[in-house]
């Protein structure tokens, strides 16, 4: 089985301040970590994923997160937020052996102008 | 690539009648993804089909809900009889899987269902 697990529901940040969204997974053998962000009544968009490779990722609209395999990790972070990354954010994780992804439950980004 | 198309974008309709949503994937993609958003339950897999075949329907809540993929181009999701606490947003996401390359999956705006 595998699990995504979201410990925050909500994070609150002031904008041009750092950002951490945390996630923590459970997977058999190698994870595919994804990163999904969700505005109002809109469906999931791909921020970045990890596959293989450096553990240190970069995608979409200046967001980067970092695999740690010791701490089952993939924290999504953002150097200076915006007050337009307002949203909701989903970590996702598969297993190399499975197609189907298996979601987090969600934490509200907000930031504060 | 216009993406993943869902219709509709909305659907409001009374206890017992029959819902059909449907879903165009990405052209390519081979893989395809019914989920369910809940504010109780969060996103739900329903139903996953691989090259067109059922793969693992395991997430389908129970015999009213139904899935079809008739072809690559094309899936349904049906609710026969609808009742009130099937009312969420559906959304449907496909992606690829080819000589071990693994894209993401890509969602579609999703079907926002009402039952009354």
């Known amino acids: 089985a595998q699990s995504v697990a979201q410990p925050e529901d909500q994070v609150n940040v002031a904008e041009g301040n750092p950002l951490t969204v945390k996630c923590t997974y459970s997977?058999?053998?190698?994870?595919?970590l994804f990163w999904y962000v969700q505005y109002p009544n809109r469906g999931l968009q791909f921020l970045l994923k990890?596959?293989?490779?450096?553990?240190l990722v970069k995608g979409s609209y200046g967001f980067e997160a970092e695999f740690n395999k010791s701490q089952t990790s993939f924290h999504l972070k953002k150097p200076s937020a915006l007050v337009s990354d307002s949203a909701l954010y989903f970590c996702?994780?598969?297993?190399?052996?499975?197609?189907?992804?298996?979601f987090g439950k969600g934490t509200m980004l907000l930031v504060s102008p | 690539d216009a993406g993943v198309i869902q219709s509709p974008r909305h659907e409001v309709t009374e206890m017992g009648q029959e819902v059909t949503l449907r879903c165009k994937p990405i052209?390519?993609?081979?893989?395809l993804f019914w989920y369910r958003q809940t504010m109780m339950r969060g996103l739900e897999l329903l139903i996953y089909?691989?090259?067109?075949?059922?793969?693992?329907d395991s997430g389908m809540p129970e015999d009213r809900f139904s899935a079809k993929m008739p072809n690559a181009s094309f899936s349904t999701l049906k609710i026969q009889p609808s009742e009130p606490r099937d009312s969420a947003v559906y959304f449907c996401?496909?992606?690829?899987?080819?000589?071990?390359?693994?894209?993401?999956?890509?969602f579609g705006q999703g079907t926002r269902l009402t039952v009354v």
């Open positions: 996401a496909s992606s690829s899987r080819n000589r071990g390359v693994i894209t993401e999956a890509f």
């Open positions: 997977v058999s053998g190698n994870p595919y």
């Open positions: 990890y596959i293989t490779g450096d553990n």
């Open positions: 996702a994780v598969r297993s190399a052996s499975l197609s189907t992804l298996t």
């Open positions: 052209s390519g993609h081979n893989s």
């Open positions: 089909f691989n090259n067109n075949v059922p793969i693992d």
